[in-house]
């Protein structure tokens, strides 16, 4: 344990170095930062919601439209598969969990099994009398509803991270909440209006052919619908509802970019947008096909815009207009570059941390780590004399590399994280504790100065691993089952677990191994 190689001196000294490196950014201003080229240390310590202040919202994802919609699309393809077989039917419809239909005729009961099996193979189908039944068994909905709410975690994730909001914490909770926390924000009511809508846009041709007015006194004409204008969609005298086809001619889910621009000739706010290989072709379709006549452009049940097909429009891209402002634009097409919500969502909690209160915490997270690094430091020096400084140098060194180490990862510091950290800096001796105490035994014993500390060092080894890596398991179990602040927690002591053991055994052994060459002591001053 006395023989120390030069390639462990040079391994030491450079993990120093560069944990040095990265902690030096927490003590610089962050506007000089800026300038720093990238590759180079130039990343800070991410403040958690409850040390620099923010919003916290709780996130119900309405995981049952996602079946409805489902049960729906079924319903719809049902009918249109039955009246092209010519097998008569009645009372088509969906329920909560299932869709069903009645066969009058007995004849035709087979083949409208058959056909509805064909729908969707994983769902299973059942007769019972006339009336047939098709539903998704409980694990394939399950299945749906956990791939709606990661797939909404993603969403958000996407859209609140085009709002330059820095390291939001996106988690879910449950089965079908998110937790969504963003420090720096304290009105988070804009990240509200971007991440409560979900989006859903599509085009479809406007029915010219039917009379809106009969359509609001509720005669409907089938295969369309009745929407309402966006208020920017309006123009002077326009009505406040349009009669639209139901038939999405292209859809949302065919766009891949969308930004703010504005147009060229009236300088006004508009979105463009550009859609992929198919929906280029489609949309060059309808166009060519309906020149002169108006097409919707809709957004969540809701028409933003309704331009008239003045030309065919093959290239695949387009613009919305409206009388939108520039902040409205930049917001729209941050929606659709993000994509759709798979289903709605709702706000259930919301709550928000003033920075003062952030402030506070960080003063006394500080005060609480510098009186327990001092009393150490005090501590160690008296008990151990020498070896005592050495290992006070280690546990400075210890701090350091917590703050690179943290830094590198982007971990996000909350103040249970400060409590890791204060709790590892009285951890980070508790090895050099053991040798220390050890190499006294060994000299009482009547060793020789080398042999004392090599025997310290080697019997103490075992005892030093043992008690970290149960320590270490434990930060690991309240990681992998914890959430938030208690994954903060566990983060910090993980690291402050691993650096302390590279200190207290390489850097402080590098120290006594060096002074012990160098000295060649007769007595150790511990």
Same mark, same amino acid.
């Given at each position: 344990?006395? /023989? ?7 391994l030491?000294a450079?993990?120093?170095f ?7 950014p ?9 300038g720093?080229?990238?590759?180079l ?6 403040l958690?919601?409850? =040390?620099?202040g923010?919003?916290?919202l ?5 995981v ?6 489902y049960?729906?699309?079924l ?22 969990n ?7 005729q007995?004849?035709d009961?087979d083949?409208?099994l058959?056909?509805l099996?064909?729908?969707d193979?994983e ?18 909905? #399950? ?8 797939q909404s975690?993603?969403i ?14 996106i988690?879910?909770q ?8 963003m420090p720096?924000?304290?009105d988070p009511?804009r990240v509200k ?6 989006? /859903?846009?599509s ?9 809106l007015?009969?359509?609001l006194?509720g005669?409907v ?7 309402q204008m ?10 406040d509802f ?7 001619d ?7 970019d ?8 009236? /300088?006004?706010?508009v979105v ?14 309808v166009?060519?096909n309906?020149?002169g006549?108006?097409f919707?452009?809709v957004?969540?049940d ?6 008239v097909i003045?030309?065919?429009?093959l290239?695949?891209?387009?613009? @919305?207009?409206?009388r939108f ?6 917001? =729209?097409?941050l929606?659709?570059r993000a994509?759709?919500l798979?289903?709605p969502?709702s706000?259930?909690?919301e ?6 209160m952030?402030?506070d915490a ?5 005060f ?8 150490v430091?005090i501590?160690m020096?008296?008990?151990y004399?020498r070896?005592?400084l050495?290992?006070d140098?280690a546990l400075?060194m210890n ?8 830094s590198?990862?982007? #971990? ?11 709790l ?18 060994e #000299?009482?014993?009547?060793?020789t ?14 005892t030093?691993?043992?008690?970290n890596v149960?320590t270490l @398991?434990?930060?690991?179990l309240?990681?992998?089952f ?29 120290f006594?191994v ?13």
């Amino acid at each position: 344990m006395v /023989n120390y190689p030069t390639w462990k001196k040079v391994l030491v000294a450079l993990i120093c170095f560069i944990g040095l490196a990265y902690a030096v950014p927490n003590f610089v201003d962050e506007d000089l930062l800026s300038g720093v080229p990238d590759g180079l240390p130039n990343q800070q310590v991410n403040l958690g919601l409850d =040390l620099r202040g923010g919003s916290h919202l709780l996130i119900e994802v309405e995981v049952q439209k996602v079946i409805d919609e489902y049960l729906e699309s079924l319903v719809d393809t049902a009918r249109a598969e039955l009246r092209e077989a010519r097998i008569r039917y009645r009372s088509l419809g969906k329920s909560a969990n299932n869709m069903g239909v009645n066969i009058p005729q007995e004849a035709d009961q087979d083949r409208a099994l058959e056909l509805l099996r064909q729908l969707d193979l994983e769902a299973r189908v059942s007769q019972s009398g006339d009336r047939l039944t098709i539903e998704l068994p409980e694990p394939i909905m #399950a299945a749906r509803r956990a791939a709606a709410v990661q797939q909404s975690i993603e969403i958000i994730r996407r859209r609140i991270d085009e709002t330059g909001v820095r390291e939001p914490t996106i988690q879910q909770q449950g089965q079908n909440r998110i937790i969504l926390q963003m420090p720096g924000v304290e009105d988070p009511q804009r990240v509200k209006d971007l991440i409560g809508k979900t989006a /859903n846009l599509s085009f479809q041709m406007v029915d010219v052919d039917n009379p809106l007015q009969e359509a609001l006194a509720g005669r409907v004409p089938p295969g369309s619908e009745v929407l309402q204008m966006a208020p920017n969609a309006r123009g002077p005298g326009q009505p406040d509802f349009m009669l639209v086809r139901k038939r999405v001619d292209v859809s949302g889910q065919n766009l891949v970019d969308s930004q703010p621009s504005f147009d060229g000739r009236t /300088n006004q706010p508009v979105v463009t947008f550009r859609f992929d290989t198919a929906g280029a072709r489609r949309f060059g379709e309808v166009s060519t096909n309906n020149v002169g006549r108006p097409f919707a452009i809709v957004l969540d049940d809701e028409i933003i815009s309704a331009p008239v097909i003045q030309e065919p429009i093959l290239g695949g891209t387009g613009q @919305i207009s409206g009388r939108f402002s520039v902040q409205e634009t930049s917001d =729209l097409a941050l929606l659709l570059r993000a994509g759709a919500l798979p289903a709605p969502i709702s706000f259930l909690e919301e709550r928000t941390v003033g920075p003062g209160m952030g402030a506070d915490a960080v003063a006394a997270g500080e005060f609480a780590s510098v009186v327990g690094l001092v009393a150490v430091l005090i501590f160690m020096a008296i008990a151990y004399g020498r070896f005592g400084l050495y290992a006070d140098i280690a546990l400075l060194m210890n701090v350091i590399l917590i703050l690179g180490a943290l830094s590198v990862l982007q #971990a996000t510091l909350t103040l249970p994280g400060i409590a890791g950290i204060v709790l590892t800096i009285g951890m980070a001796v508790d090895a050099n504790v053991l040798i220390f105490e050890r190499i006294r035994e060994e #000299a009482r014993a009547g060793r020789t100065p080398i042999s004392a500390i090599d025997a310290g060092y080697s019997r103490a080894f075992t005892t030093i691993i043992d008690a970290n890596v149960t320590t270490l @398991i434990a930060a690991i179990l309240l990681y992998a089952f914890g959430s938030g602040p208690v994954r903060g927690f566990a983060v910090t002591l993980s690291i402050g677990i691993i650096t302390s053991m590279f200190t207290a055994i390489m850097l402080t052994r590098l120290f006594v191994v060096t002074w012990l060459r160098s000295k060649r002591p007769d007595s150790l001053p511990v």
